[in-house]
């Protein structure tokens, strides 16, 4: 399959946004089993175990969406989509993308917020700044953004993004 370089370019940041991700995941496991072993036995716990955890899974999440979105492999209940004409298809496809829009504006303009009133507090246990436990999310808005322009192309008709069922013959295979 010919991918274009921007396709390229994707797939090898998703590649490493995964690698992170399941990084994360390892040490949310490791610190949550961690804690349960430390209160169970010890019948005491670490304070900082939750902070570091949500700090992780805000981490994964972050980086997760804009591959998802790439892909389109977020959940999605097509029961209607699939039985629709292809006009009402497009319509939908349009209306997605602009919730999709509105809904990146309104936590980016949510995160600004945050960062202005709470960026330089710190957390309780870690002690760290506030602005810490969201490194992820600029990351994460910025590929979402060039994810949504990427695939402005299939609403445009120029082209099918991956995940489509006709990305393949649009992208070349044989």
Aim: charged share 15%.
């Amino acid at each position: 399959m010919n991918k274009s370089k921007l396709e390229a370019g994707f797939e090898k940041v998703f590649a490493v946004f995964l690698a992170i991700q399941l990084t994360c995941l390892i040490f949310i496991t490791v610190l949550m089993f961690g804690q349960v072993i430390v209160r169970e036995v010890f019948n005491t716990g670490v304070q900082w175990v939750y902070e570091m955890s949500c700090m992780l899974q805000v981490t994964m999440v972050w980086l997760g969406v804009p591959a998802l979105l790439y892909k389109s492999e977020n959940i999605t209940i097509t029961i209607l989509y699939n039985v629709t004409p292809k006009l009402i298809k497009r319509i939908l496809d349009v209306l997605k993308y602009i919730v999709i829009v509105s809904s990146v504006v309104m936590m980016t303009y949510g995160y600004v917020l945050y960062i202005k009133e709470l960026a330089l507090t710190k957390s309780p246990a870690l002690r760290i700044p506030n602005y810490l436990f969201f490194w992820a999310f600029p990351f994460g808005i910025f590929m979402i953004i060039l994810v949504l322009i990427f695939k402005t192309k299939m609403i445009l008709g120029i082209e099918n993004p991956p995940g489509t069922p006709d990305h393949e013959s649009s992208m070349g295979a044989v």
